[in-house]
């Protein structure tokens, strides 16, 4: 059984920023993200104009394509929390920053400890490495026996990649100026080149 990909809110803001929701949902599927993620989306469009437009899609009433997960606390989602991040829960949803990767893996990993299959939309390399060790922690649990699911990690580049191969990018000039577009608003992202975007095996 699979659950919503969860979505870590600088690839979020970023793809809703330039109207590609319609891409994300392609690739992806319905969508969910923690409520701290779903904050972070508004604040950011509140105070940087770039990402002006990203709180008007996630407003729109009609849209059944993201699920909030409550960050309330559990059991379960305090023990991860703890585990990943070295401090008790509520200490650290006092402390923003990185808050939203923080949630988006630990509500994978009880996602997963409950024996579902999830994808999980993170950028951040701080953020992927961790996910990357809860994944070969949650491979360790299953070679054991234990009846777990697994994470699954995906990131900017990765969709992009599906996208093309699910032919909602008609061409490689289409390519670039969508990917121009997204590296406006995160210079965190290589330079095309440096990318197989543009690869002929991606385009054949």
């Known amino acids: 059984m699979s659950h919503r990909p969860i979505i870590d809110a600088g690839p979020g803001l970023n793809f809703l920023s330039i ?10 599927g319905k969508l969910s993200a923690p409520e701290a993620v779903q904050s972070e ?3 950011k469009s509140r105070q940087d104009e770039r990402f002006r ?3 008007g899609v996630r407003r ?3 849209l059944e394509w993201m699920r909030i997960l409550s960050d309330d606390q559990t059991p379960e989602l305090a023990a991860v ?3 990943i991040s070295h401090q008790p829960m509520a200490e650290r949803l006092k402390r923003p920053k990185d808050l939203g990767e923080v949630m988006v893996i630990a509500h994978a990993v009880v996602i997963a400890e409950a024996g579902q299959k999830v994808t999980v939309l993170i950028d951040d390399g701080e953020g992927a490495r961790t996910a990357t060790s809860e994944i070969n922690r949650l491979e360790r649990l299953r070679r054991s026996g234990r009846p777990v699911g697994s994470i699954t990690l995906v990131s900017t580049l990765a969709i992009l990649e599906r ?6 990018v008609p061409g490689k000039a289409d390519m670039r ?22 690869s002929s095996d991606l385009w054949p």
Do not use: M, N, S
Not at 19 to 28: A, N, P, W, Y
Not at 163 to 168: M, S
Not at 180 to 198: F, K, N, Q, V, W
């Open 19 to 28: 109207d590609q929701e319609r891409l994300l949902i392609g690739v992806l």
């Open 41 to 43: 989306v508004f604040d």
């Open 53 to 55: 437009a990203a709180a």
């Open 60 to 62: 729109k009433p009609a």
């Open 81 to 83: 929390i703890q585990r």
């Open 163 to 168: 996208a093309v191969q699910k032919k909602y």
């Open 177 to 198: 100026q969508l990917y121009r577009r997204l590296r406006e608003l995160d210079d965190g992202l290589p330079p095309i080149e440096a990318t197989r975007l543009l």
